[in-house]
């Protein structure tokens, strides 16, 4: 079922577009679990065969993961946490997911939320915890954007690299996803490191104003 998934998702990318790319992220960064790997790479690859620009697919990912995690906030601050939590197993929202990111959105605060566009797992998941905690939709928006930018930026660089170099992936959805991911652990752990080390100058500074205080 996955890789029929991904056949037709990839299908998207290349007939569709930017308004397929736009789509797809809109969809990753909502409650349908459609892999990134499988969007931007491909679609950075046909940029750089003249099918499109690489700063377009870039503009219409941050876009695209923008618009749905809009909606995902909205809906979420809308219902609250109490109707997500009895229900959203039916749309594919676990519990304990629903859980680590409003512990990671509750610990890391605003940029939590551009952390979160840069990790795996918590990524689709964040808005909802902002929705239902009635963060700023401006502060929400100005961080998911340049969050998601960043993210979109590795991918489409990610994936004229790779493909370059292995065009035969281009026809293997699935293991382009898997070569991304495997070559992209060294992001997770750059992003893992600028998250502690935003959390520690969050507590120097909370030390600082209470002892001016």
Do not use: N
Not at 93 to 99: A, R, S
Not at 186 to 207: E, H, K, N, P, Q
Request: hydrophobic content about 55%; aromatic content about 12%; overall charge positive.
């Amino acid at each position: 079922m996955l890789h029929g998934l991904l056949q037709v998702w990839f299908g998207w990318v290349r007939d569709g577009g930017y308004l397929g790319v736009i789509a797809l992220m809109a969809m990753e960064s909502s409650i349908f679990p459609v892999p990134s790997e499988i969007v931007i790479p491909p679609a950075a690859f046909w940029a750089s065969q003249g099918r499109m620009s690489l700063s377009g697919v870039i503009l219409a990912g941050t876009f695209g993961s923008w618009l749905g995690s809009a909606i995902t906030y909205w809906v979420s601050r809308w219902i609250g946490r109490a109707v997500i939590l009895r229900w959203g197993r039916f749309v594919l929202i676990k519990p304990d997911g629903l859980e680590r990111a409003e512990r990671f959105v509750a610990r890391y605060e605003v940029g939590g939320v551009f952390f979160a566009r840069l990790l795996p797992v918590v990524r689709h998941l964040i808005s909802i915890p902002a929705g239902i905690a009635r963060m700023s939709f401006g502060v929400f928006s100005l961080v998911t954007v340049l969050g998601a930018f960043t993210w979109c930026s590795v991918l489409a660089w990610f994936g004229v690299k790779i493909t370059a170099a292995h065009p035969d992936l281009m026809d293997d959805p699935e293991a382009l996803v898997r070569m991304i991911q495997h070559e992209g652990h060294w992001i997770v752990g750059a992003v893992l490191g600028l998250c502690l080390l935003y959390l520690l100058v969050m507590r120097l500074t909370s030390r600082g104003s209470q002892s001016a205080a």
